[in-house]
């Protein structure tokens, strides 16, 4: 029982550089969302996908890029990395559908743990 | 705007004893609540949750957490602590009108020595 994967689990990277990290869920759920885990400050949304097709800005996306490929993978850009974007990076999904799920827990990744020099 | 403030970055507590971990919030509305607990280099793990009804909600792991409105509270307890219960604990709000959109705590580090 998988539940969400994400590739890949750590990475280095120059100032500069590009690097699209990926998500994948086998729990057939609608929604996904990439989240940035910094000391002291929680976890803030970059962005979400709703439904398969659909994507919105959370609190934090200037720097980044998504895309829906499907309903399983919800994939997050960096197109040039800033050393700003050091961080722990998690990706989630929540079952349920259309506006009725709000009361259904988010299932997290292990995330990425990305550091940019 | 949704908000949750943890207000204690640590508790430490000796094993057996009870644990408390605090949680207020701001929500337009009636909330959905939520506690998760990380341990070292894993994703968050659902605890609980409160949605409706009775204002004490039980949970994983022996947890359970006190909805109170009046004091826009969502406390975390355990009446017996365990070294194994040791980690991070997250706070989450999304408000009634938000589907979409979870706010998080700072997070509250709880150690617990034997």
């Known amino acids: 029982n998988a539940g969400v994967t994400q590739t890949p689990k750590f990475q280095v990277l120059k100032t500069g550089q590009s690097m699209t990290l990926q998500c994948a869920q086998d729990?057939?759920?609608?929604?996904m969302y990439w989240y940035r885990q910094d000391p002291g400050m929680g976890l803030r949304l970059i962005y979400y996908?709703?439904?398969?097709?659909?994507?919105d800005k959370g609190e934090v996306p200037n720097g980044y890029n998504v895309s829906r490929l499907n309903k399983r993978e919800f994939s997050l850009r960096l197109e040039s990395a800033a050393p700003s974007q050091t961080s722990v990076y998690f990706c989630?999904?929540?079952?349920?559908?259309?506006?009725?799920?709000?009361?259904?827990?988010?299932?997290f990744g292990d995330g990425t743990r990305l550091s940019i020099l | 705007a949704q908000s949750v403030a943890q207000p204690e970055d640590q508790v430490n507590v000796a094993e057996g004893n009870p644990l408390t971990v605090k949680c207020t919030y701001s929500?337009?509305?009636?909330?959905?609540l939520f506690w998760y607990v990380q341990y070292p280099n894993r994703g968050l793990q659902f605890l609980l949750k409160?949605?409706?009804?009775?204002?004490l909600v039980k949970g994983s792991y022996g947890f359970e957490a006190e909805f109170n409105k009046s004091q826009t509270s969502f406390h975390l307890k355990k009446p017996s602590a365990l070294v194994s219960d040791s980690a991070l604990y997250f706070c989450?709000?999304?408000?009634?009108?938000?589907?979409?959109?979870?706010?998080f705590g700072a997070g509250t580090t709880v150690t617990v020595r034997a």
């Open positions: 409160y949605i409706t009804g009775d204002n």
């Open positions: 929500v337009s509305g009636n909330p959905y």
């Open positions: 996908s709703a439904s398969e097709g659909t994507t």
């Open positions: 729990m057939n759920h609608n929604s």
């Open positions: 989630a999904s929540t079952g349920g559908g259309g506006t009725g799920m709000g009361n259904q827990p988010q299932h």
């Open positions: 989450a709000v999304r408000g009634l009108n938000n589907d979409y959109k979870l706010s």
